[in-house]
């Protein structure tokens, strides 16, 4: 079993010698290099970053109606998906005639966020992080984004979802 | 120190334990003795044994150290765990067929018989065997030792594990290697 260091040393015996004199240290040359090649590497990746940002367009939301107005009572909520199935959705009937509606997904780790009627405010249940009902922002908790709004749009008796915002 | 090896001759042991007490007193480890002292056989002799590190060709306690703490100079020295790498992990302790590396708990780090670096790099012995009265620990030339009836070894096997050191065993002319078998080692007649 400990013949196998004298038959050939694995690499990382190697880089980690046991012998004082073999340690390999990195020397200025290759701290420079790395330092150098390091760097550009960040630059370039940024650029690419920069870059994409500036070639995307503006997306486009389909039209979906989510609810009739009246279907929920006042401080009643309904989920629904959008833009695209799966993606959860949560609308809050928080008056008479007001509607809002967020997307469902904490911004924090992406827990299913509920509407609390006795506090008014969307809670996670994970790490209690609190959203304002009016606005989406945070109210406290380890979220720093504030929730993506769905914008709705009534026609007539149709509540249909038109856009996110900020998108998503 | 150039031309000068380590002898361990346990035959020559009296017990007197003045190399414990000697390494004791040295400032890098001050109060911590680095050496291995045993009383051999204590229900049936007096005998007794003092060993210092054996500063093997391929250290065991290097070997499977985690922490790359452990290192050995250019002069064949094993060291003590690099203080700054040492996690206390007890890997070396319980590696080392010897039995050499100790964990000094407050210290939370291996120490070890470093051979007296401070003292054998600037030319002077290792503190034990300058106390040694009846040399058991001896640091001398080859050609002072080849006086001796007995003869040095430096190889050891434990089972399969062969490993050769830089301090020298003193065995029984004849002998050219240090055999343990654990399991012979074990054996009680009264078991029988």
Not at chain 1, 41 to 57: C, D, H, T, V, Y
Request: a neutral charge; one cysteine or more.
């Amino acid at each position: 079993m400990f013949d196998r260091v004298k038959e050939r040393e694995p690499l990382w015996r190697e880089e980690f010698s046991i012998s004082k004199a073999d340690e390999r240290y990195v020397n200025r040359r290759q701290l420079a290099k790395f330092l150098t090649l390091g760097s550009l590497g960040m630059f370039a990746g940024n650029l690419w970053i920069l870059g994409r940002s500036w070639m995307r367009k503006a997306r486009v939301y389909h039209r979906s109606p989510i609810a009739r107005a009246g279907e929920i009572p006042v401080g009643g909520v309904k989920l629904f998906q959008y833009p695209h199935p799966g993606e959860q959705c949560i609308m809050v009937r928080t008056g008479e005639d007001t509607y809002v509606a967020y997307s469902q997904k904490c911004t924090h780790l992406s827990c299913a966020v509920f509407y609390s009627r006795e506090e008014n405010r969307l809670e996670c249940p994970c790490h209690k992080g609190y959203f304002s009902v009016t606005d989406g922002s945070v109210l406290q908790g380890p979220p720093t984004r504030p929730l993506p709004r769905v914008v709705l749009e009534r026609n007539g008796d149709d509540l249909i979802a038109i856009k996110m915002e900020p998108e998503v | 120190m150039y031309g000068y090896e380590f002898y361990v001759d346990p035959s020559r042991c009296i017990g007197c334990q003045a190399c414990v007490k000697a390494c004791e007193e040295c400032d890098t480890h001050r109060g911590h003795s680095m050496i291995n002292f045993d009383f051999v056989d204590r229900a049936e002799t007096i005998a007794t044994a003092a060993y210092v590190c054996w500063h093997c060709e391929d250290p065991t306690c290097a070997q499977v150290c985690p922490a790359d703490a452990i290192k050995k100079g250019e002069d064949g020295v094993v060291m003590s765990a690099l203080k700054a790498r040492c996690i206390a992990c007890e890997n070396c302790v319980l590696a080392c067929p010897f039995g050499i590396p100790k964990i000094i708990p407050e210290y939370e780090q291996m120490m070890k018989c470093d051979m007296c670096y401070d003292r054998t790099s600037a030319g002077k012995r290792p503190m034990c065997a300058t106390v040694c009265p009846s040399q058991a620990l001896a640091y001398l030339r080859p050609e002072e030792i080849a006086a001796r009836r007995e003869r040095p070894s430096n190889v050891f096997h434990f089972g399969n594990q062969t490993i050769t050191t830089q301090v020298y065993m003193m065995t029984p002319p004849g002998t050219d290697s240090v055999t343990l078998d654990i399991t012979e080692f074990m054996w009680e007649k009264a078991n029988v």
